[in-house]
């Protein structure tokens, strides 16, 4: 009897460990301390998810220890405090613009980084098409055809 006491022990010790692995973890916490640090707060301004994903990534690039998170992760857990509203295919929220850089030049540089990031993760999950030629061929190209034909 004593070593089936014994196994039954040992059995609820793992039960034990693996649900305390399966719990979840503080996950939210970045994506909050972003939120209390940049005052980010429902406002009147249109604020796309590219612009909010921009200032995420620019606040966490260096800081040691952060959980950076996956755009798609990211508003996952974003979408906890805010409602997402959406123009077509623009997805925006409605929040105080203060807090992010919504000048021409702030959404440039945004969208020139979301550019970057969705052709990198094309690339990563092999999804990457690069974009065909259209028009005429350029001269150097013209010109080895003339030569050949």
Do not use: C
């Not at 209390?36 to 406002?43: A, Q, S, V, W, Y």
């Not at 925006?92 to 030049?105: A, P």
């Amino acid at each position: 009897m004593a070593d089936l006491d014994e196994l039954l022990e040992l059995v609820s010790k793992k039960l034990e460990e693996k649900e305390a692995e399966k719990s979840p973890k503080p996950q939210t916490e970045s994506v909050k301390r972003f939120i209390e640090t940049m005052n980010i707060r429902k406002g009147l301004d249109r604020v796309p998810n590219y612009v909010i994903y921009y200032t995420y990534k620019k606040k966490y690039k260096k800081a040691e220890g952060e959980e950076k998170w996956s755009k798609v992760h990211f508003f996952r857990l974003f979408n906890k405090y805010f409602d997402q509203a959406r123009v077509g295919k623009q997805r925006y929220y409605v929040l105080d613009g203060s807090s992010f850089d919504l000048t021409r030049e702030g959404r440039i540089e945004a969208k020139a980084y979301d550019e970057a990031y969705k052709r990198k993760i094309a690339i990563k999950t092999g999804k990457y098409k690069p974009k065909k030629r259209r028009g005429r061929p350029r001269k150097a190209d013209r010109s080895v055809e003339d030569k050949e034909g």
